[in-house]
C-alpha cells in the first residue's frame, strides 16, 4: 500500500545543482519522519538527511551547508536540493520513512552522478 517514488536524479558537472523529490502514497505521510539516504560505490548506506513531521531537519557532516531537505505534507512529497555537488556525492540516493527513528518504507533509488 505505502509506496515511495524518487526522481529528479541525473548527471551533473562538479559544483552543480540538482533536486530531488520522493512522492509517497498510502495516506501516512504527514506522520513520518522522512529520510534521504546514499549508497555509493563500494560504500555502505549512510544517511544523508532527516526532517520530522514537525519539519525539525538533521543532516550528515558531509552535506551540511550544501544540501537542503524539505517536505511538503500537503502534496506528499518531501525534496532534497543539493547544491556545489561534488564527485563523492555520486551514488544511488534512496528515499525512506517512518515512525520513531524507523526507516519501514523505501523508494526504488534514483542515480546521482557527479562529474569531474
Known amino acids: 500500500q505505502v509506496q515511495l517514488v524518487e526522481s529528479g536524479g541525473g548527471l551533473v558537472q562538479a559544483g552543480g545543482s540538482l533536486r530531488l523529490s520522493c512522492e509517497a502514497s498510502?495516506?501516512?505521510?504527514?506522520?513520518?519522519?522522512m529520510g534521504w539516504h546514499r549508497q555509493a560505490p563500494g560504500k555502505q548506506r549512510e544517511l544523508v538527511a532527516s526532517i520530522a513531521p514537525v519539519g525539525s531537519t538533521k543532516y550528515a557532516a558531509s552535506v551540511k551547508g550544501r544540501f537542503t531537505i524539505s517536505r511538503d505534507n500537503a502534496k506528499d512529497t518531501v525534496y532534497l536540493q543539493m547544491n556545489s555537488l561534488k564527485p563523492e556525492d555520486t551514488a544511488v540516493y534512496y528515499c525512506a520513512g517512518g515512525l520513531g527513528g524507523r526507516s519501514d518504507y523505501w523508494g526504488q533509488g534514483t542515480q546521482v552522478t557527479v562529474s569531474s
Open positions: 498510502g495516506g501516512i505521510f504527514g506522520i513520518n519522519t
